[in-house]
Nanobody, 125 residues
Framework: QLQLVESGGGLVQAGDSLRLSCAAS????????MAWFRQAPGKEREFVAG????????YYAESVKGRFTISRDNAKNTVNLQMNSLKPEDTANYYC??????????????????WGQGTQVTVSS
C-alpha cells in the first residue's frame, strides 16, 4: 500500500498562486510515477499533470501548460504542484495519484493504483 495525503488547497482570487503538496508513505515512493488529477462538481476527474519516477519527464494538460509545474523530491517522498495565474475554471478538488508505470504521463484515471483523499482549490473571480 502507498498512502497519499494532499495539502495546500484553499480559497484564492483569480491570478493568485497556490502550491499543493502530496506526502507519500508505506511503499518505495520512487517506484511510482506520480500525477495530479482534479474533479469539479458534476464533471469527470481529469488529468492535470504527471511526473516520471525520477522527475526526468513531466506532462501537462493543455489547460494548465505554462501555468502549473509539477515536481517531486524522492528523498522526502513528496510531489508538489505549483499553480500560478489561477483561473476560476481551475476550481476543483485536486487529487494526488501513483502509477506503477514509472515513466509516467498516463492520463486515464483507471491506470492509477493509489489515490489521496483530495484537497479543495477554489478560485474566485
Amino acid at each position: 500500500q502507498l498512502q497519499l495525503v494532499e495539502s495546500g488547497g484553499g480559497l484564492v482570487q483569480a491570478g493568485d498562486s497556490l502550491r499543493l503538496s502530496c506526502a507519500a508513505s508505506g511503499r518505495t515512493f520512487s517506484s511510482f510515477a506520480m500525477a495530479w488529477f482534479r474533479q469539479a462538481p458534476g464533471k469527470e476527474r481529469e488529468f492535470v499533470a504527471g511526473i516520471s519516477w525520477n522527475g526526468g519527464n513531466t506532462y501537462y494538460a493543455e489547460s494548465v501548460k505554462g501555468r502549473f509545474t509539477i515536481s517531486r523530491d524522492n528523498a522526502k517522498n513528496t510531489v508538489n504542484l505549483q499553480m500560478n495565474s489561477l483561473k476560476p475554471e481551475d476550481t476543483a478538488n485536486y487529487y494526488c495519484s501513483a502509477d506503477r508505470y514509472i515513466l509516467g504521463g498516463r492520463t486515464g484515471v483507471a491506470t492509477y493504483t493509489y489515490w489521496g483523499q483530495g484537497t479543495q482549490v477554489t478560485v474566485s473571480s
